[in-house]
């Protein structure tokens, strides 16, 4: 098992910035992949970044490309989701994900564990 606890969201105006963190702890030598996901009131969740924990290769929607960036701290068994020029439309409830066998870093069915989620949202 594997425990994620999201933190950082909040309120920010539009072209702010935020800094999201994902701590993991439990059978993290298990994981391939991190996630972070996005769900806004009435749609479904997104994919928005991603990365390989042995590497750090890292994939981006192409939303978000250019001003999220998604990095690691694998002494720490963190995640960090840094969100710059943010947007009204970036307003949502952010997920950290991990998958042990992730082929399709994009697609959420992909991963295994989820956090509770943090509050990201952007005013106008």
């Known amino acids: 098992q594997v425990q994620l606890v999201e933190s950082g969201g909040g309120l920010v105006q539009a072209g702010g910035s935020l800094r999201l963190s994902c701590a993991a702890s439990g059978r993290t030598f298990s994981t391939y992949a991190m996630g972070w996901f996005r769900q806004a009131p009435g749609k479904e969740r997104e994919f928005v970044a991603a990365i390989i924990r042995s590497g750090g290769t890292t994939y981006y929607a192409d939303s978000v490309k250019g001003r999220f960036t998604i990095s690691k701290d694998n002494a720490k068994n963190t995640v960090y989701l840094q969100m710059n020029s943010l947007k009204p439309e970036d307003t949502a409830v952010y997920y950290c994900?991990?998958?042990?066998?992730?082929?399709?870093?994009?697609?959420?069915?992909?991963?295994?564990?989820w956090g509770q989620g943090t509050q990201v949202t952007v005013s106008s």
């Open positions: 994900a991990s998958g042990r066998a992730v082929l399709t870093v994009r697609e959420r069915w992909e991963y295994d564990y």
